[in-house]
């Protein structure tokens, strides 16, 4: 997306000065109206004067604690989309906090450019044009939308951890039980599953093994809060790309599933090239 003059206003509240001011700088340039504030108070009197579309929002403040300002904010200015940003986050706050209506949990540091895409996508999201704004990110870019297959039986982490990958422009696929996961991935290529380790009926070691025997260009990530050194070595020597713990950071979870498909697609490449060569030596 190209800057343009800004037909709304952010608020940033931070009571980190340089970072607060740099960023804000930052922000401007890009065509954003930004205003800021260094502790809940001066937040407080922003709000009330100022009519905000989107407040970035530390959660460690001089005087409040930046997830009870988070429902004070919405108090507020019921209509405003809140980022939360934070050198302190995990995937277990931002469920909690995704189910009660943060847009989103970035972790520090995170580059303006970064903050900037999120931003433009919750103030889309306010105006209820997100999907038109995801596509012409995935169009300017010239990416392939990276397709994931969720597979828990934890429901609020199935619909929070959707939502956070959406966001970061993945299509994704959700399957409560390892059977639904075998069905989905019979009529859908899907370039990522995360498996949870522990499900009733198929458990996730047997589910990887089902899935690199049925679709070995798939490939597959073990996220479990429940890890031994037994279990991590099983699920690696079965296939699994990786075995993570929960609760695992939004941004590295993405991190890892961009990597999987990456490798994926260099696999699906070097078997093509493979062929090609077969082919010419007959």
């Known amino acids: 997306m ?3 003059t800004a037909e709304f206003t952010v608020l940033l509240i931070d009571d980190e000065v340089e970072f607060l001011h740099a960023t804000a700088k930052a922000l401007t340039r890009r065509g954003l109206s930004v205003r800021t504030a260094a502790c809940a108070a001066e937040a407080r009197e922003v709000l009330r ?4 579309a989107v407040v970035v929002l530390d959660v460690r403040l001089p005087d409040a604690d930046g997830h009870a300002f988070f429902a004070e904010v919405k108090h507020l200015q019921p209509e405003t989309e809140v980022v939360m940003l934070t050198g302190h986050g995990d995937l277990g706050q931002a469920f909690e906090l995704g189910r009660k209506g943060v847009f989103d949990y970035l972790g520090k540091p995170c580059e303006p450019a970064e ?3 999120v931003i433009q996508k919750a103030h889309a999201v306010r105006c209820g044009d997100d999907q038109v704004i995801a596509a012409e990110d995935n169009a300017q870019s ?3 939308e990276i397709v994931v297959l969720l597979v828990d039986d934890e429901h609020l982490f199935t619909t929070t951890l959707s939502k956070v990958l959406r966001r970061r422009n993945f299509t994704v696929l959700v399957a409560e039980e390892g059977k639904r996961a075998l069905e989905v991935l019979a009529t859908t290529l899907c370039d990522v599953a995360v498996v949870d380790v522990r499900m009733p009926g198929i458990d996730g070691l047997q589910l990887l093994r089902t899935i690199k025997t049925r679709h070995p260009a798939t490939e597959v990530i073990l996220l479990t809060g429940h890890a031994t050194a037994e279990s991590a070595v099983e699920g690696l020597k079965s296939g699994a790309y990786d075995y993570l713990l929960k609760p695992q950071d939004p941004e590295q979870l ?12 260099v696999h699906e490449r070097q078997d093509r090239e493979r062929m090609v060569d077969e082919l010419r030596r007959d």
Request: proline fraction near 4%; charged fraction near 30%.
């Open 49 to 52: 004067h100022v009519a905000c």
């Open 254 to 265: 993405a991190t890892v599933i961009r990597s999987a498909a990456e490798s994926k697609r």
């Open 142 to 144: 010239g990416r392939r």
């Open 2 to 4: 190209q800057p343009e």
């Open 115 to 117: 903050l900037y895409e």
